[in-house]
């Protein structure tokens, strides 16, 4: 198993927002979100969301609002049986292809933080 790690040291702007996309592109399963405050206002909000995907479609991987400290998730979603429905209790990890990209809003006033995904790549 090899792991790749995607870095975003975000500084946001006089408004609090901020949007960061990687130049690497990944294809795996996301292993850890870590959010580092440093000194972001509490009350940040912070998407995480694939861009340049084969499709040609963004996705919204995860959504964390009004986090108030430093925090590690390790972010699942609910698999689907054929006919679409939720399969309870049956949580799987998300698949990521293409660059990941974080959009912050609610920083502060040119504050900054990071962001750190661990992605164990597909083989």
């Known amino acids: 198993?090899?792991?790749?790690?995607?870095?975003f040291d975000i500084t946001v702007d006089a408004t609090g927002d901020s949007v960061?996309?990687?130049?690497?592109?990944?294809?795996g399963w996301l292993e850890k979100f870590v959010y580092a405050k440093d000194d972001f206002a509490n009350g940040?909000?912070?998407?995480?969301s694939m861009q340049d995907?084969?499709?040609?479609?963004?996705?919204t991987i995860v959504t964390?609002?009004?986090?108030n400290a430093s925090t590690v998730n390790y972010p699942?979603?609910?698999r689907v049986d054929t006919a679409g429905?939720?399969?309870?209790?049956?949580?799987?990890?998300h698949f990521?292809?293409?660059?990941?990209?974080?959009?912050?809003?609610?920083?502060?006033?040119?504050?900054?933080?990071?962001?750190?995904?661990?992605?164990?790549n597909a083989e």
Do not use: H
């Open 85 to 93: 429905s939720a399969e309870t209790a049956q949580p799987t990890r």
């Open 96 to 120: 990521l292809v293409g660059k990941p990209r974080i959009v912050t809003d609610e920083g502060g006033v040119s504050t900054s933080g990071k962001v750190i995904l661990y992605i164990e």
């Open 53 to 59: 995907t084969p499709s040609g479609v963004a996705e």
């Open 20 to 27: 960061d996309t990687s130049t690497r592109e990944v294809f």
């Open 44 to 48: 940040v909000d912070l998407v995480l």
């Open 64 to 67: 964390y609002t009004n986090i």
């Open 76 to 78: 699942v979603v609910d």
């Open 1 to 7: 198993m090899s792991m790749t790690e995607v870095l």
